[in-house]
């Protein structure tokens, strides 16, 4: 984090600010292309084989290939991915959000490169393997992380916590990552990659250390010695051993010259003989 701080001193100012409209506004496009020229789409897939022999614009024209086909519930998805981005960038600032982003897209490019060279150098993925849906999950889950107990309208409708919805994308995240083969796992790792470092970076392991968990239970060892027992009288007084249980009028206060903690009722708070 101080490593990040450094950066954006330094750079912050080169930070694209309201980047969830144009990562939406890369969709639409998307959209248009498929609309009017649907057959364009495959010369934009992220695919190392054609990008090594020339197409280098496969290194990031591949943002521009929507999640899904266009319908309703895709549309309000996009809103809902839009509000949420938003939150994120006024929370964490326009350069955080964009190292967020960015790095997603570059872990995501790394992991088809690497993919590519395991497998030989001839491999093709097609625009599903690599692609911005695990992106987009990310956003989803820091957002999660962020905001635990935020509720929201799922489909306008259906009220629901953050946490809960983090934890049910978790769940299929989990799931797709059990089923897929040994090639989809390092496309799933590579595309939330920027989640696990910002997951990591924002605990505090602290509590969890061996130090930490023994300070605790001597802390309550500590409390529980000087802890009144259940029913236990909570003033006393030095001269004639009367509680507070033994009337409501009785007050009770220290002596500020007695040498030690020395507690007195109010009868005997002025005339008792001072402890040296």
């Given at each position: 984090?101080?490593?990040l701080n450094k950066l954006e001193r330094k750079y912050g100012r080169y930070a694209m600010h309201n980047l969830p409209a144009i990562i939406i506004a890369l969709y639409v496009?998307?959209?248009i292309l498929e609309l009017f020229a649907p057959g364009i789409l495959r010369y934009l897939t992220l695919e190392p084989y054609f990008i090594l022999r020339g197409q280098i ?83 989803f889950l820091a957002f999660a992380v962020s905001y635990p107990d935020m509720q929201v309208l799922l489909y306008f409708i259906i009220p629901i916590r953050m946490k809960w ?112």
């Amino acid at each position: 984090m101080n490593f990040l701080n450094k950066l954006e001193r330094k750079y912050g100012r080169y930070a694209m600010h309201n980047l969830p409209a144009i990562i939406i506004a890369l969709y639409v496009a998307g959209y248009i292309l498929e609309l009017f020229a649907p057959g364009i789409l495959r010369y934009l897939t992220l695919e190392p084989y054609f990008i090594l022999r020339g197409q280098i614009w496969r290194l990031v024209s591949w943002v521009v290939i929507p999640p899904s086909g266009l319908d309703v519930f895709t549309i309000i998805m996009l809103f809902f991915y839009f509000s949420i981005g938003r939150t994120l960038e006024q929370t964490w600032g326009a350069f955080r959000f964009n190292v967020y982003i960015f790095s997603g897209i570059l872990f995501t490019a790394l992991g088809a490169f690497i993919l590519y060279f395991a497998l030989g150098g001839n491999g093709l993925f097609g625009g599903a393997l690599f692609s911005t849906y695990y992106i987009n999950m990310s956003i989803f889950l820091a957002f999660a992380v962020s905001y635990p107990d935020m509720q929201v309208l799922l489909y306008f409708i259906i009220p629901i916590r953050m946490k809960w919805m983090g934890a049910l994308y978790g769940v299929l995240v989990l799931y797709d990552f059990v089923q897929s083969s040994w090639v989809g796992k390092v496309a799933i790792l590579a595309s939330l990659l920027n989640f696990m470092i910002y997951f990591l970076c924002t605990r505090d392991f602290r509590r969890a250390s061996p130090h930490e968990i023994r300070r605790k239970q001597e802390f309550k060892r500590n409390v529980a010695k000087v802890s009144p027992r259940p029913g236990a009288s909570m003033h006393k007084c030095a001269i004639c051993g009367r509680t507070e249980k033994d009337g409501d009028h009785l007050e009770f206060r220290y002596c500020s010259k007695c040498k030690g903690e020395y507690e007195y009722c109010q009868d005997h708070l002025f005339t008792h003989e001072h402890v040296k």
